[in-house]
C-alpha cells in the first residue's frame, strides 16, 4: 500500500457477519453492500477502479473483463471463503493485485456437511422430510422408506486436502468405513497422507475408486483440469448402489449428465451443496426424490463464518502494513 495517511478504502462486496463489518469499518475507509445483492460484472470493474482492497466472496465472478483494462486501483483481492475459482488468479497477477483466501477455518464446517449429506441420502431423510410435510406419511411400517446404512462400507475421497481428510477421518471413526482416496495433483500430499485415517489407502486410478467406492464425496478445487471430472462415463462407472457428494465445487460434475444418471437409476442417489450453474439448479434435480439438495452451506455456521471473517482481516491487516498476507494465493 501507500505510504499515504489516508485509510486504505475496502469495497465489500456482501453482507459480512456484523462483527467483521465492525471492524472493516473502525480501521478502513468502509464502502458495505447494505442490500446484499450480487454484484454486476460492471460493479466489480466500478469496485477495482475505485478501491485499494476488495473484500469479495465465491459469488463474485472477477475475470480478465474487470482485471486486464486501464485504471485498476485495487492492489489486494481479499476473498472471503478457500475457493478461487471465481478470480481469474493469472488475470490478477498480471495486473499487480495480490489475492488472499481463508483456508482451514472451515475445513471441519464442511467436512460435517459432506458427512450429513451422505447420511441425508443414505438414509433417505431429505425424502422422508417432504413426505412428513405433504402429509403423506400414513404410519410406521417395517419396510416404509429403508434406506442403506454407511457402516462398513468404501467411502472413496477425491482431493485429498483438509477437507477431503477431515471427511476421510470422521467416516472412519464414525461409521468405520475404509477410506480409498485419490488426489494426483495434490503437491503435499505425500506430507498430508499421514492425516488421514490410518485405514485410508490410496486408489491407484480415479477408475478403480469409482468402481470400487459405496460413497463418492468430491474435495478437490475446480481448476480446468477438474471440470466435468464426473461426467457420464464416470458415472457408469460407479455402482449402481453407490452415492455422489459434492461439497467442493459445482463444475467438477456435469450437472446434466447427473441428472440423467439419476433418473436412470445409474447410480442410486447424490447429496449437492454445490452447482454447476449456481444459484440455477437443472430443473430436472428438483424433481427427484433420490438427490439432496443443500443451497452451498458448507461453511455457513456463525463460528466458522466469523472464522473467515478474521482470517480475511488479518490478511488484509497484513497486507496494509506492507508484510506478505498469511494466505497469500497469488502475488504478483
Ligand atoms: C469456500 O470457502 O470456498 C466456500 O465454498 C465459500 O466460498
Known amino acids: 500500500m501507500s505510504a499515504s495517511s489516508e485509510r486504505p478504502i475496502v469495497f465489500v462486496t456482501r453482507k459480512l457477519p456484523a462483527s467483521i463489518e465492525t471492524e472493516v469499518v473502525a480501521h478502513y475507509d468502509a464502502r458495505l453492500n447494505r442490500t446484499d445483492d450480487a454484484l454486476a460484472p460492471e460493479q466489480l470493474t466500478a469496485a477495482l477502479r475505485q478501491a485499494d482492497i476488495i473484500f469479495c466472496t465465491v459469488t463474485d465472478n472477477i475475470r480478465v473483463e474487470q482485471l486486464g483494462g486501464s485504471g485498476i486501483r485495487t492492489k489486494l483481492i481479499a476473498n472471503f471463503g478457500v475457493g478461487v475459482n471465481h478470480i481469474d488468479l493469472d488475470a490478477a497477477k498480471r495486473a499487480g493485485i495480490t489475492v488472499t483466501n481463508t483456508p482451514d477455518v472451515l475445513t471441519e464446517d464442511t467436512a460435517d456437511l459432506a458427512i450429513g449429506l451422505m447420511l441425508m441420502i443414505m438414509r433417505r431423510m431429505g425424502e422422508g422430510e ?78 478403480e475408486l469409482l468402481q470400487r467406492a459405496d460413497v463418492v464425496s468430491l474435495h478437490c478445487p475446480s481448476t480446468a483440469d477438474t471440470k466435468h471430472l464426473i461426467n457420464a462415463d464416470r458415472l457408469r462407472m460407479m455402482k449402481d448402489s453407490a452415492y455422489l457428494i459434492n461439497t467442493a465445487r459445482g463444475d467438477i460434475v456435469d450437472e446434466w449428465a447427473l441428472s440423467s444418471a439419476l433418473r ?66 497469488v502475488r504478483p
Not at 468405513?177 to 480415479?206: C, F, K
Open 130 to 207: 417432504r413426505h412428513v410435510r405433504t402429509g403423506a406419511w400414513s404410519g410406521w411400517r417395517p419396510t416404509h422408506m429403508v434406506g442403506r446404512s454407511p457402516r462398513g462400507k468404501t467411502l472413496g475421497v477425491i482431493g485429498y486436502g483438509r477437507i477431503g481428510r477431515a471427511v476421510a477421518r470422521h467416516a472412519a471413526a464414525a461409521f468405520g468405513m475404509h477410506v480409498l482416496w485419490y488426489a494426483p495433483r495434490d503437491p503435499r500430499i505425500e506430507d498430508a497422507a499421514s492425516a488421514g485415517p490410518t485405514n485410508a489407502q490410496r486408489a491407484t486410478s480415479l477408475d
Open 264 to 329: 436412470e437409476q445409474v447410480i442410486a442417489g447424490a447429496g449437492l451443496d454445490v452447482y454447476e450453474f449456481e444459484p440455477s439448479v437443472v430443473a430436472d434435480l428438483k424433481e427427484m426424490e433420490n438427490v439432496v439438495l443443500l443451497p452451498h452451506l458448507g461453511s455457513a455456521t456463525m463460528e466458522t463464518r466469523t472464522a473467515m471473517g478474521e482470517r480475511a482481516l488479518k490478511n488484509i491487516a497484513a497486507f496494509v502494513a506492507g508484510d506478505v498476507p498469511p494466505d497469500v494465493v
